[in-house]
């Protein structure tokens, strides 16, 4: 092992050894900064605009010490290399050497801490082959219900496009993510909500859970952060393929694999204009 106003799991009223702070790059994308509030230091997730991570981390009143990448696609991995120059000598995260500036290469099941933080890397191949998603734990506050980082892997109710991979490993990696404990937040990357629900009512239009989705979506612009594991199973169809409804309007028979249906929803929701 290497050392290194939303929910109230980050907010001030509590006092906590994790925080994690979304910071929006890009059109859509989002960086993070993962805190260790005890020590008051970071590390920068995707931070791909670095100079609105270290504004964001000045004004928390944090020092930057690690980066961590989730896949190499450069919307995520594209301010390496100018992070690794502010930050000389930093760890830098990630699953290939295709992500640039790269320090540290990690597989699953790879263990590292950040202060009090305790992260676990989770190998999710499909997106890219080497998407990552990073599970932190407080080691300290057992009450933290945790969180994952889950690059482009999965969306609040939507999953990444299969550029590198097919259903079957898509599949095996919202699994994978669906063995966390159903409190840990889903921290994604990308800001693709409304557009993911739009798609999700169509295939589930009775499902009962979209309205507590709604009502989060109409409350605050940054969305990511506010939903759990346990609420992506309710409500995100890439995670519902035994489900009759979603199976029938994926347009598949309801003896086919589970691959074969998150391949047919991918492959609607790809086309999909709603």
Request: with cysteine; hydrophobic share 35%; net charge negative.
């Amino acid at each position: 092992m290497q050392s290194l106003q939303r929910r109230a799991f980050s907010s001030s009223t509590i006092r906590r050894r994790m925080q994690i702070v979304p910071v929006p790059v890009r059109q859509d994308n989002y960086a993070y900064l993962l805190i260790d509030e005890a020590s008051k230091k970071a590390a920068a997730v995707d931070p791909y605009d670095v100079n609105k991570v270290i504004a964001a981390a000045e004004n928390l009143g944090v020092q930057i010490i690690a980066g961590i990448t989730t896949h190499h696609h450069y919307d995520h991995s594209g301010g390496n290399k100018e992070f690794a120059s502010r930050f000389h000598g930093v760890p830098i995260y990630g699953g290939s050497d295709k992500i640039p500036a790269l320090t540290n290469l990690v597989k699953d099941k790879d263990e590292f801490t950040l202060g009090d933080i305790h992260v676990k890397c989770l190998a999710t191949p499909c997106h890219t082959q080497d998407s990552i998603c990073y599970y932190v734990t407080d080691s300290v506050n057992k009450n933290h219900p945790g969180g994952v980082f889950t690059g482009d892997t999965l969306f609040i109710a939507g999953c990444g496009r299969f550029f590198e991979g097919d259903g079957a490993e898509m599949d095996a990696a919202l699994s994978y993510l669906g063995t966390l404990p159903d409190s840990t937040i889903v921290y994604n990357g990308h800001e693709y909500t409304n557009g993911n629900v739009a798609f999700a009512k169509a295939i589930e239009p009775e499902n009962k859970a979209f309205a507590k989705l709604d009502e989060l979506a109409k409350s605050n612009e940054i969305i990511t952060g506010l939903t759990s594991i346990g609420e992506e199973k309710e409500w995100n169809v890439f995670m519902r393929l035994d489900n009759a409804t979603v199976r029938q309007a994926a347009g598949v028979s309801a003896d086919v694999s589970a691959s074969a249906v998150i391949s047919a929803l991918r492959d609607k929701k790809n086309n999909f204009r709603g």
